[in-house]
């Protein structure tokens, strides 16, 4: 069982549309990251978020952190090709130090 | 800045061989982390290491070992190779490991097949 889900599992949407992904815990995380990556790379962090209720914004990409820091979302306005990629959530639990759990991922494909 | 490096970055590997990979942080960076993603477990946590100590292991059985260097640089082996090791291995590295600040920066990783 993951700790953190990601959900949908995968979306397909077509260029200039709207997506949100999620991210749900039942386990308070000090701090959470968002990460992208493309096939055959490794994960690129795209950001960190801390304090509960936390908004912040990266060009197109919204993220939120839910007030009980339990969870988060990632919002992307008018998708372009280029953000295609597989979206990774990770946390930090309070008290499991050096060490980030993952989501399962959500594979977002944004056609032209 | 140079991102981090693995090398190598690929690897084909028979059953019961064994295999090190390597992982070079981010100058400055004096936490490694690494983790092995395969398609039905997603990324898993293997262990962490810090001014050459492992602070924190994930649950993966005894065949995965690591180690860290003065100068940074990290090793992973796996011994006695089965099957399900086939993987892409990540290595990451962070500079600050403050709680709020635990941010890592991956490298491109080392898919190894296992035959």
């Known amino acids: 069982t993951q700790l953190l889900e990601q959900s949908p599992q995968f979306l397909s949407i077509q260029e200039g549309e709207n997506l949100t992904v999620y991210c749900n815990s039942s386990?308070?995380?000090?701090?959470l990251q968002w990460y992208r990556q493309e096939p055959g790379e490794g994960p690129v962090l795209l950001v960190t978020?801390?304090?509960?209720?936390e908004v912040k914004k990266l060009k197109r990409l919204t993220f939120q952190f839910g007030d009980a820091r339990k969870d988060s979302s990632l919002h992307i306005t008018a998708a372009q090709p280029g953000d295609t990629g597989l979206y990774l959530c990770?946390?930090?639990?309070?008290?499991?130090?050096?060490?980030?759990?993952f989501g399962a991922g959500t594979t977002v494909t944004v056609r032209a | 800045k140079a991102g981090v490096t693995q090398t190598p970055r690929y690897l084909i590997k028979t059953r019961g061989q064994q295999v090190t990979l390597s992982c070079s942080p981010i100058?400055?960076?004096?936490?490694v982390s690494w983790y092995q993603q395969t398609p039905g477990q997603g990324l898993q946590f293997l262990f962490e290491?810090?001014?050459?100590?492992?602070?924190n292991k994930g649950n993966f059985p005894g065949r995965f070992s690591g180690r860290q260097f003065s100068n940074s640089r990290s090793e992973m082996n796996v011994s006695t190779l089965e099957l399900g090791d086939s993987a892409l291995y990540l290595c990451?590295?962070?500079?600050?490991?403050?709680?709020?600040?635990?941010?890592?920066?991956f490298g491109p990783g080392t898919r190894l097949t296992v035959t």
């Open positions: 100058s400055g960076h004096r936490s």
């Open positions: 386990s308070v995380f000090s701090s």
């Open positions: 990451a590295s962070s500079y600050n490991r403050l709680p709020g600040s635990y941010e890592q920066y």
């Open positions: 978020v801390v304090t509960g209720g």
């Open positions: 990770a946390g930090e639990v309070d008290g499991n130090d050096y060490k980030l759990s």
């Open positions: 290491y810090f001014s050459e100590t492992q602070r």
